[in-house]
């Protein structure tokens, strides 16, 4: 789901540059003197996604992801530097999320999901042995030899709430090592990560939009050096609450933004799933990051109490 709009035409000179990858279209537009070192360096960062795409892609059958997937209890795996990080990095995110965030969500979207990702009726036994097999507790990793190890077995990991934002920052990382100063990166439109910002401007211009209706701006936003994620519930799929096992209610969309696209990822789906008090904590705990949840509201109409929002969204934005 498009959560993440930028604004066309208001950046002239901008070159863009396209490439699939993780189901989904990644978009880097730069500006930049020479369009041809542009251009290098756009496919020199495409080709920087693709390569962790082969380790952490769960449909890819020998991906460091799939072989854990297939793992059996107490059989340490080695696994390359991209598949340990991440999950290093997304249990750091599970512990300060107090659980809503979790990658080990994949037994429990069986239960709710059919492989075309439609609802399906779940029965309590499925949901008990589901619950058995999730939680990042389950997942142990040893940084000596960098393998991991499952306490129960078969754990299914998804990456899909946190790999899109992983690989745009490893683009960026590229385009700044290219000394690209003024680009922006995202991925399928639910992950934006800002270098720079275009001349005579504040930042990258973006737009946040109600998910039930494109049409009705919540925020015009000024990108620049931090990043922006979004998530959001469309009809006939489910974001699951790893610590009920039941899907999410009440909620519309959640956006983050922090300095890093893989956080900023992972906490648009933790702020779907997390009560408001605990967001508000969060944000209090983590001065950089800005969280905004959008609420259902009565008749699908999106008013002012419907829209929760914490951090000094002002900064980057026409909120007051």
């Not at 042995?129 to 754990?155: K, M």
Request: glycine residues 8%; hydrophobic residues 40%; contains cysteine.
């Amino acid at each position: 789901m498009d959560i993440v709009t930028l604004d066309r035409g208001i950046v002239p000179g901008a070159q863009r540059f396209s490439h699939e990858a993780m189901a989904t279209v990644f978009e880097i537009i730069i500006l930049y003197e020479n369009s041809h070192y542009a251009h290098q360096a756009a496919w020199e960062a495409f080709r920087e996604l693709d390569r962790p795409e082969q380790d952490l892609s769960r449909f890819i059958p020998n991906s460091d992801i799939s072989r854990i997937n297939q793992l059996s209890a107490g059989q340490p795996l080695p696994i390359g530097l991209a598949a340990f990080e991440c999950l290093r990095l997304c249990a750091r995110l599970n512990a300060e999320t107090n659980g809503a965030f979790d990658i080990t969500i994949g037994s429990l979207m069986n239960c709710w999901l059919d492989e075309d990702r439609r609802p399906r009726k779940t029965t309590e036994e499925e949901l008990v042995t589901a619950r058995r097999l999730t939680g990042i507790n389950l997942v142990q990793l040893d940084e000596a030899s960098h393998t991991v190890q499952l306490e129960a077995g078969p754990v299914h990991i998804d990456l899909g709430g946190f790999g899109k934002g992983y690989a745009v920052d490893r683009m960026a990382e590229l385009l700044r090592d290219w000394s690209i100063g003024t680009a922006l990166i995202h991925g399928g439109a639910s992950s934006a990560l800002a270098i720079g910002a275009p001349p005579w401007t504040e930042g990258w211009p973006l737009t946040l939009s109600n998910p039930d209706d494109h049409q009705q701006v919540l925020a015009h936003l000024s990108l620049r050096d931090r990043t922006l994620s979004g998530s959001g519930l469309l009809k006939g799929r489910h974001i699951i609450d790893p610590r009920t096992a039941n899907p999410v209610e009440g909620r519309i969309a959640a956006w983050a933004s922090t300095p890093t696209a893989a956080t900023s990822d992972a906490l648009s789906t933790a702020f779907m799933i997390m009560e408001p008090d605990m967001v508000k904590h969060y944000c209090s705990n983590h001065p950089e990051v800005l969280a905004m949840i959008l609420l259902e509201g009565q008749g699908g109409e999106v008013q002012g109490d419907n829209i929760l929002r914490y951090g000094p969204w002002q900064e980057i934005s026409n909120l007051r």
